[in-house]
């Protein structure tokens, strides 16, 4: 895993921790103002910006200028909106932990984390735990899956899972 050098990193951007945004300490280029926004939005939905001719994803970069290392593993956005880079809603997490916070797979067709239909009409509830399907049973509703799959998430991801966002 790459890492970067902090004071580098500070030494080019002013990160605002309260608003989560990103401003040029000094005149990148002739044309740019000074004060100018830092960060840029990729396509994917998360925030960049650019150092050393690379691209460092802006909430990997808020966490290193705060904490005054770069980051060893995921950095989860607690409530999911991947634009939120306030420092309060960042956390460094293993894979398994952003798992558990992770949104809605977009491909899902039943409208519920965690539950998919079955063939013969009914429906099916499971959760990856470290990389591993655990199969939690299957329904007569999709309602009776979703719920299963909250309870197990809650038990298993604490305050890592989706559903903790709910008590917030």
Known sequence: ??????????????YDPA????????NPRPNVNKEARADHLLVRGYYFVAFNNKKL?????????????WPVGQIDHINGVRTDNRYANLRVVTQSQNNGNARINSRNSTGYKGVS????????????LHGNRMALGYFPT???AAETYRRASLKYFGEYSYFAREAV
């Open 1 to 14: 895993m790459m890492t970067y050098d902090v004071c580098a990193l500070r030494e080019k951007f002013k």
């Open 19 to 26: 608003t989560g945004e990103f401003f040029y300490r000094k």
């Open 57 to 69: 994803l802006a909430h990997r970069v808020a966490i290193a200028i705060v904490e005054g290392q």
């Open 117 to 128: 239909r079955e063939k013969n009409g009914g429906y099916r509830a499971t959760i990856c």
């Open 142 to 144: 999709a309602e009776e």
